[in-house]
C-alpha cells in the first residue's frame, strides 16, 4: 500500500491510502512529540516493555505446561477403565464358577440316587443317568466355552495392567520434576519483572505527557510496537522498504516521521 504525503496548515505530514482503524489513530500520531532525543526515549522505552512483554509471555505459557496434565489424565482414565474391565471380569467369571458349582452339585445328588440303592426302576435310573449326563455337558460347556476364555483373557489384561501401572508411575514421576523444574523456571522469570517495571517506570517518567501518551495509543494499535527502527532503508515494524526522503528525514527531522505503511514512529538513531 503506497501512502501520498500532504502537508497540512502545521507542516504536519497526512497519510491516505490506509486503513480505517489507522485514520482512527493518525490525528493522535501526527501530534508533536519532540527533538530527536525523545524518540530515543521512546525507543528505550518500547525495549523494556517488550522485554516485560516477552517474559510475561514466558511465564504464562510456562503456567500452561504446568497445568497442562491432560496426558497423565488420559493414562490413568485408560488405567482405570482397564482395572473396570477387569473387575467386571471377575464378576462374570465368579458366576460361571458359581454356576459350575451348582452344576456339579446336582450331578452328585443324582449320582447319590442312582448308587444309593433306592432306584428300582430302569426307567427311572435310565431318567436320572440322562438329567446327570445333561448337567455334566452344560458344566463343561460352560468351562470350555465361558471360563477358559475368560481366565485366558484375564491373564492377559492382568498383565497389561501390571506395565501400565509400572509405566503410569514412571510418567508421575517424570511430571513431578518437570512441573518442579517449570516452576521455578516461571519463578526464576517473574522475579525479574518488578526490575524491568522500576526500569520501565523510570524511562516513562523521563517522557513527557503528551508523547507518552501517543506511545501508549499507538502501541496498544500495533500489537505492541509503537516505534520502528529504520534498518537498511526499511521499516522494522512492517518489513516494508521506505522512500529516501522518509529514511532522510526520520534521520534529521525533530518531528515524529511515520512509516507510510504502517503508521509507526520511525527511528533512524
Known amino acids: 500500500m503506497r501512502a501520498t504525503g500532504i502537508m497540512g496548515k502545521r507542516g504536519v505530514r497526512s497519510l491516505t491510502g490506509v486503513s480505517a482503524a489507522h485514520r482512527m489513530v ?10 530527536l532525543t525523545t524518540l530515543r526515549q521512546l525507543y528505550d522505552l518500547q525495549e523494556v516493555d517488550l522485554e516485560i512483554d516477552r517474559v510475561n509471555a514466558q511465564v504464562a505459557a510456562l503456567n500452561r505446561r504446568i497445568q497442562d496434565e491432560a496426558a497423565l489424565l488420559s493414562a490413568r482414565q485408560t488405567l482405570a477403565q ?29 449320582e447319590r440316587r442312582l448308587y444309593g440303592g433306592s432306584i428300582r426302576s430302569i426307567k427311572e435310573m435310565e ?4 438329567e446327570a449326563k445333561g448337567y455334566h455337558e452344560q458344566a463343561r460347556t460352560i468351562e470350555d466355552e465361558e471360563l477358559l476364555p475368560l481366565m ?41 519483572l518488578p526490575g ?9 517518567a523521563a ?26 532503508g526499511m521499516c522494522a515494524g512492517c518489513r516494508v522498504m ?21 503508521g509507526r514512529m520511525l527511528y533512524a538513531g
Not at 493522535?28 to 519532540?34: E, P, S
Not at 482395572?83 to 445328588?109: G, I, N
Request: with cysteine; aromatic share 2%; proline share 4%.
Open 26 to 35: 493518525l490525528p493522535i500520531l501526527f501530534r508533536k512529540v519532540g527533538p
Open 82 to 110: 482397564r482395572r473396570e474391565a477387569v473387575q467386571q471380569m471377575r464378576r462374570q467369571q465368579a458366576l460361571h464358577t458359581q454356576a459350575v458349582q451348582e452344576l456339579r452339585e446336582k450331578t452328585k445328588d443324582l
Open 127 to 130: 431318567a436320572l443317568q440322562g
Open 152 to 192: 485366558v483373557k484375564l491373564e492377559e489384561e492382568e498383565a497389561w495392567i501390571g506395565v501400565a501401572s509400572a509405566a503410569l508411575a514412571h510418567m508421575e514421576q517424570e511430571r513431578r520434576a518437570l512441573v518442579e523444574q517449570l516452576t521455578a523456571e516461571a519463578s526464576n522469570l517473574a522475579a525479574t
Open 196 to 204: 524491568l517495571q522500576a526500569k520501565r517506570r523510570g524511562a516513562a
Open 207 to 232: 517522557l513527557a505527557t503528551a508523547p507518552l501518551s501517543q506511545y501508549e495509543r499507538l502501541r496498544g494499535a500495533k500489537q505492541g510496537q509503537a516505534v520502528a527502527r529504520v534498518e537498511h
Open 242 to 262: 521506505l522512500p529516501g526522503r522518509e529514511v532522510q528525514q526520520a534521520r534529521i527531522s525533530k518531528e515524529p516521521v511515520y512509516c507510510p505503511s504502517c
